[in-house]
């Protein structure tokens, strides 16, 4: 049996990097999906879930909770951003700033949704995997079957 880390074991990156790799992928994607069709469509929508999930195997264990607030914040800073500069990529030209921002976010809840749920999820499933794996590899190296102490004593 091989000692290799599993997937879920294997993101080793700090929640900062990962944050700005991930702001910095966002950024390019937002360009592109603006460059072709002026406004945020369903690309962004699958760059979004799919920068989520990276995010969530890249980190660290211990900046599990960095990128477990990252997916909302991302979105929400994204679209008001954009309803900023120009309403039109998130909303109705004659929309106000606040109501804008709304309607881009619904407009692109279910990627939301989906983005966070599986960044939950994974970051769920490493941190069990991370806390077994201690304890996995130190029953693999020993050969004998470890006993539970007993309750009551046999005099």
């Known amino acids: 049996m091989s000692n290799g880390?599993?997937?879920w074991e294997e993101g080793r990156h700090a929640g900062r990097l990962?944050?700005?790799v991930s702001v910095l992928t966002m950024l390019a994607v937002v360009a592109l999906n603006l460059l072709f069709s002026g406004k945020i469509t369903w690309f962004y929508d699958l760059a979004f879930v799919a920068v989520c999930v990276g995010a969530a195997l890249a980190v660290r264990p211990r900046d599990f909770?960095?990128?477990g607030v990252y997916p909302p914040l991302l979105m929400f800073c994204t679209v008001a951003i954009l309803a900023l500069i120009d309403r039109r990529t998130?909303?109705?030209e004659v929309d106000p700033l606040v109501q804008a921002v709304v309607s881009?976010?619904?407009h692109h809840a279910g990627a939301l949704v989906a983005g966070y749920g599986l960044t939950l999820g994974i970051l769920a499933l490493r941190q069990v995997a991370v806390r077994n794996?201690?304890?996995i590899r130190a029953e693999?190296?020993?050969s004998a079957p470890r006993r539970r102490p007993s309750?009551?004593?046999i005099s």
């Open 18 to 20: 990962v944050v700005t």
């Open 140 to 142: 693999a190296g020993s």
């Open 90 to 92: 998130v909303a109705d």
């Open 151 to 153: 309750s009551h004593a």
């Open 5 to 7: 880390r599993t997937l």
């Open 133 to 135: 794996s201690g304890r």
């Open 65 to 67: 909770f960095v990128i």
């Open 104 to 106: 881009g976010l619904a």
